[in-house]
Structures are given as C-alpha cells and as structure tokens.
C-alpha cells in the first residue's frame, strides 16, 4: 500500500514537472516577442539602382583576370598587385576626380579614399576590402580558368571574386554611379582597399590604419568589412535566406607542432617512426574537437534572432536552449559552417616529413590553424592540445596567434549595425530574407581598425547555396552575375542608409535586384 502511495506521488510529481516544463516551452516559443526590427516599412519607393550589363560586367571580369596572390606575409605579386591599383585608378574616373574625393595609394598597392560630406558634425564611417587573392591550387579541377573572369550559365567564374572583390568593386561601381548622379553626401567616410589581407595585413590594412591617424582620424561611426554572407539552405530549419552580420569575429591561432628522429637506413626502422608519432598526433586532434561553446557566445543571439522564421519544431526548440543545448549543439556540429560557429576549430593544413624513400624520416613538422571560439582564448586552444598530444618529444612553436576580438553592439539603435540590417532588407526583399548578428569563423583586416570604432562588422553580400562555402579559397570560386549585381547594389544602399544623421525606417523596395 504504501509502495503504491509513494509510486502515485512521484507519477504526480514527475507529471507536473512535464507540464511545468510544457507551459514554459510554450511560452517562450509563442508569447515571448520574437525579436521584431526598430524600422517601419511603408516609406516611398527607392528606384535607386544600379542594373549590371555591359561595361559593369565587362569591368568585373577585367578586374577578375588580375592575379594579385599574396603566398605569405610580405611574399605577393607585386607586379599584378600594381596592375589592379592602377585598373581601379583608371576605371572610375568620377572617384579618381571629384573634387569630394581624395585618394591615395598606401604601402605601394592599397588605396585610401576620403570621400568628404557636407555636415562635419556627423562622424565618418568606413567601408573597406582587399583585392589580393589566395594561390589557386587543383587548377585542372576548374570548370573555368581561375584568373579568366569567364561567365558560364549566369556565374563569373574566378578567383577572388567572393574574396573579396566582390567588396572592392561593387564599392566602387556604387560610389562611381552615385558621383555620377550629383550625389552630395552629408556624413563623410573613408574607402580602404588592402593588397595583403590574406597573409594578415601587416603592410596594407596597417598602414591604411596608420593613414588614417595621420590624417586626425580618431573616430568611426561603424566600419564594414568582408565577412559572413547570406545563406540559403544552409542554416538548419530555415527555409528563408539569413543574412549574418558578423558583429564578433573569432581569435586565430597558427601552431607547428614538430619531432626529430635519428633517422638512417630505412632496412632498420624503429617500432614507431616522427611520420607515425606525429600522424598519432593529428588523429587525436582530428577526432577529438574542441569543446563545444554553443549557448556561451554571439551565437545564442543569431538564433534568437531567427527563430521565428524557423520551421516549428526549430522555433520550438530555438527558443528554448536552456532546454535543447546539448541537442542543437549535436546539430551543428554535422556541418563545417555550422560547426565553426559553435566551437574552437582545428584544422590541420600542413604535414612535412621524409627526405627520399629509403631514408628514414629524420623530423616530421605539421601546422595546425585554429579560429578560437570568442569565449575561449589562445592559451585555452594550445593547452587543450598539448593535455591531447601529451607527446614529449613533440616540439609546440606559435607560428601567429591573437584573442577574438572586440564583440560589437546590435541593438535596435546602433546606427552601424541596423544600417547593414536595413540595406541587407532592401536588397534582398523580395527573398524575405532574415538578418542576423552573427560570429565571423575566419578572420579580417578589421583588428587594425579596433581603436577607431566600436562598431565593426564582417558582412560580404555574397549570396551562398550549400555547395558554395567551399569555394572560399577553394576550386571554382564563383560568383552568380545576379549576386554581383546585388552586390554593387548592398553598397549602393549602404552608402546611401549611413549619409542620415540617424536611423531612418525601412524604404519598402518593389524591385528585385
Ligand atoms: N582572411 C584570411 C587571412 C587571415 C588570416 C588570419 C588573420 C587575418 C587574415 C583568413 O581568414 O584565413
Ligand atoms: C569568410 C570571409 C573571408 C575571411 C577572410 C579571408 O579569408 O579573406
Ligand atoms: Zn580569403
Ligand atoms: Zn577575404
């Protein structure tokens, strides 16, 4: 008897926890306000746009033909570099002469535009990009020839021309037909454009940075810079595009982990040779990953802020993490994008070892790049590894390494963000596109612009399917002439949302770009 009293209690209890449980889901899934935009729609019609045919793509490919690679810091092609310099001087003539623009060439190939507004009160933004390039490997894999700026079924093949530019030139194509319409701006802003940002921007972006504290530059509104995309079919559950504005950006952390061995006659092997202590050591790394930190970051707010736009049973468990955690963070962890927003990531892009076939292998070395969660650290990142390994003959050397970095405000009355919002909106409209702050999983030159603005943002208007992250540094980097046309056009909106001295409401768009 009293088995089944105490048998029916713990029923009662356990089946008002489950109710308790059930209310609070509800909740939080219906009634708590999904996060709803400060802007309005309902303002007149912006037919301000820029249609790209013609000499607007022709100028695109040109720029796509250039092949200005920077291999390692300081190690680029100068002579390609030089030839894009002097392509984007001679292409855009209403930047190159106009009397609201200054320009100059900084480092030898970057450029540094003032484009000067009317009303001094209103402190200056910056748009910047790169125009170098990563090597281009696996060429015979290619549909089309890397440096050909070809269209094949509507897409500009090439490299370059999602990293980055897309930025460089779409920046330019919008403030050439901008110049070109009489536009007066009343906000001024600066246009940066590095030549070494894929091996970290120690002459370019540094020197632009310096630049501009020469010319008393001591403030900026916000800063925009490459970084995370839209994505389309990509982010689990959502079946509108998400465009990610990358208002925090991850830490790097470049390690050579290396092993001597005496070596000799390869008839005479040890039990274990460095090629196999040291490929002991990438497996461990490769199939142990960095703790997850999904629920401790930026990334927690990129769900809040999509998850009304989710399918049900995301939205359901979207909006209760403190519940699903451990779910959504199995769930993210299946796919490489979305892995890299939750965690540390390892990635293990170098393995040198052996000297010729009947040698045995004297020293074996491999490097290892991690982009660090923002709430972890490098300490945290090296320590994790070496507590792996645990391999004492392993030599640990930091080939470069910096914290995340400075995580940038979102709210509904930061001027910077919800400005890209807001020009993100108008762009792509017609897709019901979802905008979202978000973490950057790579890196960009925007650490050499900390001291100038709190308000940083990584955000390309690239427009991404499943099949295209790989494309980033990888073969048959593409871009849709559709895309690049938006492209030119997010920068036109942008240009034109940042020269109001504050937030304006959505300008509902009837056009698809
Ligand atoms: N943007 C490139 C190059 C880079 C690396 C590290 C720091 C800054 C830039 C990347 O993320 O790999
Ligand atoms: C994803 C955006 C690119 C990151 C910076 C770079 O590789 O140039
Ligand atoms: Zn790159
Ligand atoms: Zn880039």
Known sequence: MAARRFVSSVCGFLSSIFALLLIIVITRTFVLAPRK????????????????????????QAAIRFQGV?????????????????????????????????????????????????????????????????????????????FGGNVKNGFIYGRGTIDNKQTVFGILESVEYLLKNGFQPKRSFYLA?????ETGGLEGAAGLAERLREKGVEKLEFVLDEGMTVLDGIV????????????????????????????????????????????????????????SMFGTGPEKATFEHIAHKMALP??????????????????????????????????????????????IAPYAEVVVNHRIHPSSTVQETLNYDKQLVNDPRIQWDIIAAYEPLPKSPYGDT?????????????????????????TLIANTDTRHYLNFSENIYRFSPTYMYPDDPPRFHGVNERISVK???????????????????????????????
């Open 37 to 60: 935009h400060s802007a309005e729609p309902c303002q007149p019609q912006d037919t301000d746009f820029i249609k790209v045919e013609g000499e607007l793509l022709e100028r695109f």
């Open 70 to 146: 920077s291999y390692t810091p300081h190690v680029y092609n100068g002579e390609e570099l030089a030839k894009t310099r002097d392509f984007i001087i001679k292409s855009y003539p209403k930047v190159h002469s106009s009397p609201l623009v200054e320009y100059e060439v900084v480092a030898n190939y970057s450029l540094l535009y003032t484009v000067r507004g009317s009303d001094a009160l209103l402190t200056p933004f910056l748009l910047m990009g790169h125009f170098d390039v990563v090597p281009v490997e696996n060429r015979e894999k290619w549909e089309e020839d890397p």
């Open 193 to 197: 454009f590095g030549h070494d940002e």
């Open 236 to 291: 689990p559950g959502l079946d509108k595009p998400v465009a990610l504005i990358g208002s925090s950006e991850k830490g790097s952390l470049t390690l050579k982990m290396s092993i001597n061995c005496t070596g000799g006659h390869s008839s005479m092997p040890e039990k274990e040779s460095c090629i196999g202590a040291m490929a002991r050591a990438v497996s461990l790394l490769e199939n142990n990953p960095q703790p």
């Open 314 to 359: 995301f939205r359901v468990v979207m909006s209760n993490l403190w519940l699903f955690t451990p779910a959504v963070s199995w769930m993210l962890s299946r796919k490489p994008t979305t892995n890299a927003i939750i965690r540390t990531t390892t990635a293990v892009t170098m393995f040198n070892a052996g000297v010729k076939v009947n040698v």
């Open 414 to 438: 930061d001027f910077g963000y919800q400005t890209i919002r807001m020009s993100a909106e108008q762009v792509w409209a017609y897709a019901g596109v979802v905008v979202a702050p978000a």
């Open 483 to 513: 895309n690049w046309e938006q492209a030119v056009n997010f920068y036109l909106h942008l240009i034109k949302n940042a020269d109001e001295a504050k937030l304006q409401p959505l300008h509902s768009h009837g056009h698809e770009l």
